[in-house]
């Protein structure tokens, strides 16, 4: 299976400061159609989670665009440009290229 | 409203089985892929099964032989029957809406402990 590392795992942020999170994947996610399938989830305390991110720079509907996504082949990172104090809360890389789908293990983001 | 919806969760006994179901509006299941996803208490999310649109299905290693995933269309439904369950099955299920090879739909989550 494909292992997907986050860094860091615990992440105190200032209001208003940017945040970033890195994940790495330990394939390339770059599938034979071009694409590469590397999603986002952010998870709230007590919620289920939420996709931000696919194809690793793609918002959903919804999304702030203060959250941008970026990266290839293996090396991939969420950017919150501001942080505000709903954006507390777990998140979650994806990779969407080889079976089985896996997670990184989370990044818990917290007020300072 | 597109949502799902999951129930059927609750306390059992390890060895026990137990059906979970995923009741969808506002699209079609059988028009998707449709995957069963899990978390353990405080732990990450990790993915279980999958039923493709095409009526394939997919398990995770750890639970092959044992969970069945189905869905019924004319109730536009998704299920989850779990035999012989384990402690380490202890977990939120989550139901999941695959789209562009990443979930763009999750339910609340329905919660199954395995403990004697």
């Known amino acids: 299976d494909v292992v997907m590392t986050q860094s860091p795992l615990s992440l105190p942020v200032t209001l208003g400061q940017p945040a970033s999170i890195s994940c790495r994947s330990s394939?390339?996610?770059?599938?034979?159609?071009?694409?590469?399938?590397l999603n986002w989830f952010q998870q709230r305390p007590g919620q289920s989670p939420r996709r931000l991110i696919y194809?690793?720079?793609n918002r959903d509907s919804g999304v702030p665009d203060r959250f941008s996504g970026s990266g290839s082949g293996t090396d991939f990172t969420l950017k919150i440009s501001r942080v505000e104090a709903e954006d507390v809360g777990v998140y979650y890389c994806?990779?969407?290229?080889?079976?089985?789908?896996?997670f990184g293990q989370g990044t818990k983001v917290e007020i300072k | 409203e597109v949502q799902l919806v999951e129930t059927g969760g609750g306390l059992i006994q390890p060895g026990g089985s137990l059906r979970l179901s995923c009741a969808a509006s506002?699209?079609?299941?059988?028009?998707?892929?449709m995957s069963w996803v899990r978390q353990a208490p405080g732990k990450g999310l990790e993915w279980v099964s999958v039923?493709?649109?095409?009526?394939?299905?997919y398990y995770a290693d750890s639970v092959k032989g044992r969970f069945t995933i189905s869905r019924d269309n004319s109730k536009n439904t998704l299920y989850l029957q779990m035999n012989s369950l384990r402690a380490e099955d202890t977990a939120v299920y989550y139901c999941?809406?695959?789209?562009?090879?990443?979930?763009?739909?999750w339910g609340q989550g329905t919660l199954v402990t395995v403990s004697s």
């Open positions: 394939q390339s996610l770059v599938y034979s159609d071009g694409n590469t399938y």
């Open positions: 039923i493709y649109s095409g009526g394939s299905t």
């Open positions: 999941a809406r695959e789209e562009d090879s990443g979930y763009d739909l």
């Open positions: 994806m990779q969407g290229t080889h079976w089985p789908k896996t």
């Open positions: 194809k690793v720079s």
């Open positions: 506002g699209f079609t299941v059988s028009s998707n892929y």
